[in-house]
């Protein structure tokens, strides 16, 4: 799976989950339905805006894809690594 069909993916299945429709989440049905297939890549700023419709954050659904993309990992070994990267910059500290 790419990123881009992993994103996609996880962009659906958030939308799915609370019923809402393509259009409800902020584009137009064509586009959303490219993004969900991995037809598309969606932007930072359209990640954003789709978390927003979704009422999640958006690093939500970037773990979300991460976790589709590598079934080998649990949620668990997926946040350690994150933590342990972001340990490196030693600007916040993280339990």
Not at 9 to 17: D, F, H, P, T, Y
Not at 20 to 46: N, P
Not at 54 to 70: E, F, R, S, Y
Request: net charge negative.
């Amino acid at each position: 799976m790419t990123s881009d069909e992993a994103v996609g993916l996880a962009i659906k299945q958030s939308r799915m989950e609370q019923g809402l429709s393509q259009e409800s989440i902020g584009a137009s049905q064509s586009f959303v339905s490219d993004i969900e297939r991995g037809k598309k890549s969606v932007t930072i700023q359209r990640l954003d805006a789709f978390a927003q419709c979704l009422g999640v954050q958006p690093v939500t659904l970037l773990v979300k894809a991460a976790l589709l993309a590598n079934p080998n990992i649990t949620m668990e070994e997926l946040f350690e690594s994150i933590r342990a990267e972001l340990k490196k910059y030693n600007k916040v500290e993280f339990t």
